[in-house]
């Protein structure tokens, strides 16, 4: 993300009372040494650590984390806190609970593994809308864990904005984890045929079909709004990954008038067949086969123009 990339060029400036001009020269010059493999980001941490620099002890933005950052501080409000799970997985079991935290710079989930921490959730003393202070917490793939070596606490802090929109972060198929915002770019490879079905007009929930029309189970007798799901296989030369397109975003694309017409589908379908595309969206479990799925929120046709610009900006 280049706001977060500003922002650690700034603090390796201030914190190395280096000029930020001399600062991104040193970080070009590490990646142009590393081929340009590793993200400007990294090769900005690399520097970092060279110049003794630690973010130990500094407060960090939520824009400013990166994978693989120890003792992690972070002043953030609680967006989201999802219900406590127990677990019990190869002869361990114990408690998660998972939150969203949010600044003026971004959102990350949260993960909690320790009891105490898992009590504040449980016993309503951390809530939606509180300000928390996290120490020495880590950062994995997009999220902050805290262990019982962290500290977390209820801050006295305002943050009065906060960016709650989710961050998209490009990632490759063989990289992704579950629940997080994605983009990827690949390639089209397979495309199923449409799914039809009827929901609620009221609260969306599927509607049982009876001789005299539909119900929904709680708002009876309904007149029901017909939706449709595809399924896609997206391939990105790293591995394949099985996406699900719902009807807000298919009708974005096309009617569902002519995904019902085979004809019709059948142009939808080779024009987007092999075809490179962007798409964005969640990853999620699917828990009928036990594997990681896409839901996509935005798809768009990669640009061989606006692809080349990227890579020679790169
Ligand atoms: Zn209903």
Request: charged share 30%.
């Amino acid at each position: 993300m280049p706001e977060s990339y500003a922002l650690l060029v700034e603090r390796i400036s201030s914190s190395a009372k280096i000029p930020k001009e001399e600062v991104e020269r040193r970080i070009e010059a590490r990646r142009a040494k590393l081929s340009g493999l590793i993200s400007k980001e990294g090769a900005a941490q690399i520097i970092a650590a060279e110049l003794g620099i630690t973010f130990d002890s500094v407060s960090l933005r939520i824009s400013e984390l990166m994978p693989g950052m120890k003792k992690v501080n972070v002043t953030a409000k609680v967006i989201n806190i999802f219900p406590v799970r127990s677990f019990d997985k190869n002869g361990r079991s114990g408690k998660v609970a998972n939150l969203i935290v949010a600044d003026e710079t971004g959102n990350s989930k949260v993960v909690l593994w320790d009891t105490n921490h898992i009590s504040l959730i449980e016993n309503k003393d951390v809530k939606a809308g509180d300000v928390i202070e996290i120490r020495n917490g880590s950062t994995r793939e997009g999220e902050i864990h805290l262990s019982g070596f962290s500290e977390l606490k209820k801050s006295s802090v305002q943050i009065q904005t906060v960016k709650t929109e989710t961050n998209f972060s490009e990632k490759t198929i063989d990289s992704l984890s579950e629940n997080g915002g994605v983009l990827i770019r690949g390639t089209i490879v397979q495309m199923f045929t449409p799914r039809f079905f009827s929901v609620c007009s009221q609260c969306g929930k599927k509607v049982n079909q009876e001789v005299d029309g539909f119900s929904c189970n709680e708002h009876g007798k309904v007149v029901p709004k017909e939706r449709a799901l595809l399924n896609l296989i997206l391939d990105d030369g790293t591995e394949t990954l099985r996406t699900v397109i719902f009807s807000d975003q298919l009708e974005k694309m096309t009617s569902l008038d002519k995904l019902k017409d085979p004809v019709q589908f059948e142009i939808f379908k080779s024009d987007l067949l092999g075809t490179e595309v962007y798409v964005k969206g969640m990853v999620r479990k699917n828990q009928l086969f036990n594997n990681l799925e896409l839901s996509i929120q935005d798809l768009e046709k990669a640009d061989p123009d606006k692809l080349i610009e990227k890579l020679e900006k790169n």
